[in-house]
């Protein structure tokens, strides 16, 4: 057998970000994280650390550490508490006290191992210790694998709003294993199962299809379909990112349900509901309001609503009044001197950004609390 | 007369710094600030913050909120505490809370008015909210004007290191008006003098000679002596930072004086020596070091240390022993894998980064602090 037949390679799939100088490579894969191949072509360097979290760590840290130290003469890790709820300063400072005790330096590499809000508060201290060290996006979520680590962008929360303070920051590799995804709670992998469906009415109404008669076989987490999930949910998100890292335009429209998502993570408090689970149910709401402004209609919205419900995330959203509503969605980074931006689906397969009217958008709330 | 001479161009300076799309021009002069026309090429935008401290807010924020409200339908304000020892998270924090507060977006404009401090931490909080908005530089003292408000390097400290969490973040524009520094405190002219000092050696001998000989003017306050000086040393600056703005090697020069530096202020607690002050003492000890190196005579280094102390800096280093000196500077940005990297003088005008013995190292300690 040759020896190329015993990398990651034979059985690992790779989508390129292609941004220039800031180009990189997700592979997805079984068993990619133990094994040395996988990092075989990123930069040697004296120190890493290993950023997780309390639910993670004991799962999949001592694998990656084992690897990691044939290439790095030390290996330190810091555990941070899990949940979105700590996405915010106290938590981010444990990733600086860790690497300044250890005496990192600017080529220490940093290793997210865990789900969007281990990736997104790590690339945000690589962006920020020493003005930005290398980091590498090792998610072990499937909504993670198939969103929040590709792209680039990182941020914490702030109380009065979510992901307000980051960087547009790109990891150097993207390593989705997808034995990670056997050990997800249920929850989550529904949660990700909402990023997964986004993809299809924003970008491509054959993956929806796609989906919809795959559903079962994801949410028994067959390997084939989750394999093929993430690759082509990573090839649209490496598409559009390609096009615009910075959000200047298009690149927007991948927060298809996050406008009214946002509101209700932020509204009921961080952590009570998963960030996919408002996704989810922001899409039904987002899909409702594109057809009151006459943009699709109401069967599309039915279709859309019934996938997400079949994927085991919430369809009804929380009552927290219209105004509280607005109010949320008013300090949204897509809102422009007070008005709020959605994105809505112009047609199966095409999202845009626009504006509505305050009484639409009260009667979307008022329909989909109901 | 022609319109174009009633515009501060005819009064003001330009220094330009060539970075491609993030270019922007320095201008400096007198009665810039309350001036409209010194901002009449930024981009529009619905509201601005402009972010200053308690002791300049007395004396500019009236008059530079005054120009604003032409150009902004809302401008707020943030007045952050003073001094080295608050450029923290918690200081930060009163921008980013400021910024939601007020309800801002991803087009409004941050305003730093204010010394290093302010400017350094405007800046990151300007990279890092809603992950990028552009912000302008009003830098109102010497130091800020000369070093600290050109460049891009933004950053907040650490209780275990100075400026380790921060961005490269360009502004829009940098506002010199050199009628603010008649309300600078005499210490902090001087503190300003060691970054114009640091210019001679790294860069420019016939700079340095310029500055031993106009050195009484630039204490008086002459307008002629500081324009001079301010637009020399943001001129060099700009060659510096335009080849290298993210310091993968040439920009690491600028930071003569600043290994030993950083030490002594983060050793003795920041804010106890002024940033300025610990740079000439710091600049004196890398001279010190550059001729145990061999590469300078004592002449130069008796030269150098004259100078600083007639600009009223301190050239005898504060007593913190070898071995703290060596530790605090073990986590300096430049270190590698534990080595400390220093910036020497190679020969008058030109400066390198270098390693050196432990043992010669605190031979120029000993010999410092006597």
Same mark, same amino acid.
């Given at each position: ?5 015993l ?31 996988? !990092? ?29 130290? #044939? ?19 106290q ?8 690497l300044?005790?250890h ?18 508060m790590?690339? +945000?201290a ?10 590498v ?9 198939? @969103? ?6 990182? #941020?914490?929360?702030?109380? *009065? ?6 960087? +547009? ?7 989705c294993? *997808? ?14 199962l909402?990023?997964? %469906?986004?993809?299809?009415? %924003?970008? @491509? ?21 989750? $394999? ?36 209700i993570?932020?509204?009921?408090? !961080? ?48 009552? *927290? ?13 897509? $809102? ?29 709330? @008022?329909?989909?609390?109901?």
């Amino acid at each position: 057998m040759p020896a190329s037949d015993l990398t990651p390679s034979s059985t690992a799939q790779q989508v390129a970000i292609d941004l220039g100088d800031r180009s990189y490579p997700i592979v997805i894969g079984p068993s990619l994280l133990g094994d040395a191949a996988t !990092y075989a072509a990123l930069p040697r360097s004296a120190s890493a650390l290993v950023v997780t979290n309390s639910t993670v760590a004991p799962l999949y840290a001592r694998a990656l550490r084992a690897t990691l130290e #044939a290439r790095h003469a030390a290996v330190h890790t810091v555990i941070l508490p899990d949940g979105e709820e700590h996405k915010g300063w106290q938590t981010l400072n444990l990733i600086f006290d860790a690497l300044l005790q250890h005496g990192c330096d600017r080529k220490t590499v940093l290793y997210a191992l865990g789900g969007g809000v281990v990736g997104d508060m790590t690339g +945000f201290a690589a962006a920020s210790y020493m003005r930005g060290v290398p980091f590498v996006q090792v998610p072990t979520t499937l909504l993670a694998q198939v @969103d929040s680590s590709v792209g680039g962008k990182t #941020a914490i929360n702030h109380p *009065l709003g979510k992901n307000m303070i980051g960087a +547009f920051y790109q990891p150097l590799l993207v390593v989705c294993d *997808l034995d990670t995804l056997k050990t997800l709670p249920a929850r989550e992998l529904s949660a990700g199962l909402a990023e997964i %469906i986004k993809y299809g009415p %924003i970008a @491509d109404m054959a993956f929806l299809d796609w989906i919809e008669a795959n559903l079962e076989a994801l949410l028994a987490r067959e390997p084939a379909a989750l $394999a093929h999930a993430v690759r082509r949910s990573c090839e649209i998100k490496a598409a559009v990112v390609g096009q615009d890292e910075r959000e200047a335009g298009l690149r927007a429209i991948l927060n298809f349900g996050h406008t009214f998502g946002h509101a209700i993570e932020s509204g009921l408090g !961080y952590g009570e509901w998963l960030h996919g689970e408002a996704v989810g149910c922001g899409m039904v709401m987002a899909a409702q309001l594109s057809q009151r402004l006459g943009l699709v209609d109401s069967a599309f919205v039915q279709r859309l609503t019934s996938l997400i419900g079949r994927a085991g995330l919430p369809t009804v959203a929380p009552r *927290l009044g219209a105004e509280r509503y607005l109010a949320l969605m008013r300090v949204d980074k897509k $809102a422009e001197a007070g008005e709020i931006k959605f994105v809505v689906i112009e047609q199966p397969g095409r999202a845009a950004v626009r504006g509505a009217p305050d009484a639409l958008v009260r009667e979307v709330i @008022d329909a989909c609390c109901a």
